[in-house]
């Protein structure tokens, strides 16, 4: 039986993060995954991600999200290629929605640079954008885009030019863990290690069912637009994120070859699993996005070129779980990612990483503990 000195169970965003960094520090790893590599099955994909520093979601994020970008720019000289964009972003809504409150205080305790525009401000300087009377616009400077499955691909392919073996197309179903070794049984074969790291994404419940996580996944759906008009405008916008109406829409500038994609978040999902999510995109999801768009973007929502689904796995408090297994001290796990987790891959990558290597970090990851539910066993 092949033995390594660390095992990790799904190589998605999260996953192959993880490998690239311990096979960096010349660990002698096992990567799994189900799929292949960079596959659109679960929360890895999507052709665009946003990464941003003004973070909405709480100041406490900001330092891992420094530390994140430092790491995709080295990860671009290392590879030679380009795998995020600034295009910056800009939050909108009533001064006190969550997104632009939120973006604010961030960006007050870290001292980001950011501007407040007025509705008509936003309206002379992005004008296919149309916010309502009172509303303003958080703008970020240093907010852009992540290509997921080039990220993806980009840790797999420099984790392996260093010796990770990492192998595709082999699901897991059955693991133990002693004081000192684990052992991972999949469709292939068994293998032994001396740690065990899940990155599992929606199937985090599935292979960890022991803990009872208080997870809830949901689908969620990706669109792609052809603008009815002003189209050169359109690839101008920044991303952005609005708040109307109870109603978050997110969404990306227009890219040749992709159009305009946005997506509604944490509203309009439904509960699913891996094995029952609903592939298709029904016509009346279509509409509604439409009629949404048609107040806030009305030149948006043209010919639709392609739509996708894609799973979220949320936290009752939608904050990450990254963290040791409290039964086995050399089980780590990562999940809960709720929707805005793909920017943090490369940090925490160097988090399992840490983890796995001598049981501890040096990042900031107190907010995150499995010890805060009190369904964990």
């Not at 863990?177 to 994404?201: C, H, I, K, N, Q």
């Not at 609005?242 to 978040?265: C, I, R, S, T």
């Amino acid at each position: 039986m092949a033995s390594y000195d660390v095992i990790i169970v799904g190589l998605g965003g999260m996953g192959s993060a993880t490998a690239y960094h311990l096979a960096r520090r010349g660990a002698r790893i096992l990567g799994l995954e189900q799929f292949g590599v960079a596959h659109d099955r679960g929360s890895s994909h999507g052709k665009t991600r946003v990464i941003r520093q003004a973070y909405h979601e709480g100041p406490e994020y900001v330092p891992l999200l420094l530390r994140a970008y430092d790491l995709w720019h080295a990860l671009e000289r290392e590879a030679g290629t380009a795998l995020l964009t600034t295009t910056g972003a800009i939050y909108l809504g009533t001064p006190e929605s969550p997104g632009v409150a939120g973006a604010a205080l961030s960006a007050r305790t870290h001292d980001i640079p950011y501007d407040m525009l007025r509705a008509e401000e936003i309206r002379t300087r992005y004008p296919v954008l149309h916010p309502r009377p009172g509303h303003v616009g958080l703008f970020e400077h240093q907010a852009g885009i992540l290509v997921p499955e080039q990220c993806v691909a980009t840790h797999i392919d420099l984790a392996r030019r260093r010796g990770a073996d990492l192998r595709f197309d082999e699901a897991v179903t059955s693991w133990t863990a002693g004081r000192d070794r684990v052992t991972v049984r999949t469709t292939r074969g068994s293998y032994e290690g001396g740690r065990l790291v899940f990155t599992a994404g929606p199937w985090t419940d599935q292979v960890l069912h022991d803990l009872g996580l208080p997870l809830r996944v949901e689908r969620v759906v990706l669109y792609w637009f052809e603008p009815r008009a002003r189209r050169e405008e359109f690839i101008r916008v920044p991303i952005y994120a609005w708040h109307v109406d109870e109603v978050n829409l997110y969404g990306f500038p227009y890219l040749e070859g992709q159009g305009l994609k946005v997506a509604f978040h944490q509203v309009f999902q439904e509960a699913t699993t891996p094995q029952t999510i609903r592939r298709d995109v029904g016509e009346d999801e279509v509409a509604r996005m439409r009629d949404h768009l048609a107040g806030v973007m009305p030149d948006a929502p043209g010919r639709l070129l392609a739509a996708a689904t894609c799973m979220y796995t949320n936290t009752p408090d939608s904050h990450f779980i990254i963290d040791r297994h409290p039964a086995h001290a050399n089980v780590a796990l990562a999940c809960g990612f709720s929707g805005h987790g793909f920017k943090f891959c490369s940090v925490v990558g160097e988090v399992l990483a840490d983890l796995a290597g001598r049981g501890e970090t040096s990042q900031p990851i107190g907010l995150f503990a499995l010890n805060r539910f009190r369904s964990v066993a």
